[in-house]
């Protein structure tokens, strides 16, 4: 089993660009791929990025995702912060023996 | 368009059974996994299992299995999350989602479980 791990907690400015990121414990990232969901409070999680790099229509595109090899992690960068996108964000991945695994959540303040 | 609704708020006291549901449209329910997903409150997002209505195949996280019961009516296009026996720990809130290619989408509105003496 791998494990996928997330910064508990991140924040920066409205109009500023944060980066959370997603580092699979085992396996490497490239193998599966990684999804994004943005949870707002009191709220169903919702898809910001999926395959990766795949955007949902309706998803700004302020949002994009990319994964690194090296350091085998997954990134989500959101560009132009909005308070709006104060929420808690979860990467989420998968392989053939273990069909969804979640990364811990990251909570995102805009402040 | 794709939508799951899922059953409404719950009540229960330690010891008591309870079934939820999910209800799938706007797509071949048979033809996509779903899977559950727990919520305790103030954590994280913790994979319960997952179920394939076309032919009822389910696998559970190795953290749920024993502890609950995945079904579904492909008939009336509903997914099932069950307990026999509820414990104050089982308090959260408990999604249903589609699984599709490896991600979940869309999610249900979500079920709050409340078990309290």
């Known amino acids: 089993n791998f494990m996928l791990t997330q910064p508990h907690s991140v924040s920066e400015s409205p109009g500023k660009t944060v980066t959370i990121s997603c580092t699979r414990s085992?396996?490497?990232?490239?193998?599966?791929?990684v999804q994004w969901y943005q949870q707002r409070p009191g709220s169903a999680p919702t898809t910001v990025i999926y395959?990766?790099?795949?955007?949902p229509s309706g998803v700004p595109d302020r949002f994009s995702g990319s994964i690194d090899s090296s350091s085998n992690s997954a990134s989500l960068t959101i560009s132009g912060l909005k308070t709006e996108d104060e929420a808690d964000y979860y990467c989420q991945s998968y392989d053939s023996s273990n069909p969804v695994v979640f990364g811990g959540g990251t909570k995102l303040t805009v402040l | 368009e794709v939508q799951l609704v899922q059953s409404g708020a719950e009540v229960k006291k330690p010891g008591e059974s309870l079934k939820i549901s999910c209800k799938g449209s706007?797509?071949?329910?048979?033809?996509?996994?779903i899977g559950w997903v727990r919520q305790m409150p103030g954590k994280g997002l913790e994979w319960m299992g997952i179920i394939y209505p076309g032919d009822s195949d389910t696998r559970y996280s190795p953290s749920f299995q024993g502890q609950v019961t995945i079904s579904a009516d492909k008939s009336i296009s509903t997914a099932y999350l069950q307990w026999s026996s509820l414990k104050a720990s089982d308090t959260a809130m408990y999604y249903c989602?589609?699984?599709?290619?490896?991600?979940?989408?869309?999610w249900g509105q979500g079920t709050l479980v409340t078990v309290s003496s």
């Open positions: 395959e990766d790099n795949q955007r």
């Open positions: 706007g797509y071949s329910f048979t033809s996509y996994w």
């Open positions: 989602a589609r699984l599709s290619e490896g991600w979940f989408d869309p």
């Open positions: 085992s396996g490497s990232i490239a193998s599966n791929y």
